[in-house]
């Protein structure tokens, strides 16, 4: 499936999530669903963040023009993720700030 299929498939099933019940979105988008559960569930999750989805498809086209390499993709994915998450949280001095991590719940920091 290419990344405009599934960039307008997740925006359809993110535009019917607050509408349809779960059953009714994945007998809709069944075949998305078998093939991608995770990013289906995702989609029909409003509170859940698509933040970065559309550069986590741009670089699976990059991978497919062969423009970049696994390795590439990854260090640009893993370098913006790091920069919002895992930065904020390291002190100047190299340690890990944990007045950081008040009010995240276990499945916020892990």
């Given at each position: 499936m290419d990344t405009a299929t599934i960039r307008s498939i997740v925006s359809a099933i993110r535009a019917e999530a607050d509408k349809s019940s779960i059953r009714s979105l994945k007998d809709k988008y069944f075949?998305?669903?078998?093939?991608?559960?995770?990013?289906?569930?995702?989609?029909?999750?409003?509170?859940?963040?698509?933040?970065?989805?559309?550069?986590?498809?741009?670089?699976?086209?990059?991978?497919?023009?062969?423009?970049?390499?696994?390795?590439?993709?990854?260090?640009n994915i893993y370098g913006q993720l790091r920069s919002v998450y895992v930065d904020p949280l390291i002190n100047t001095d190299g340690q890990v700030s944990t007045s950081n991590l008040e009010g995240a719940s276990a499945s916020d920091t892990l």
């Open positions: 075949d998305f669903y078998q093939n991608n559960p995770r990013l289906f569930e995702a989609a029909a999750n409003t509170a859940f963040p698509l933040t970065y989805i559309d550069t986590m498809l741009a670089e699976i086209d990059k991978l497919n023009n062969k423009t970049t390499d696994m390795d590439a993709a990854d260090k």
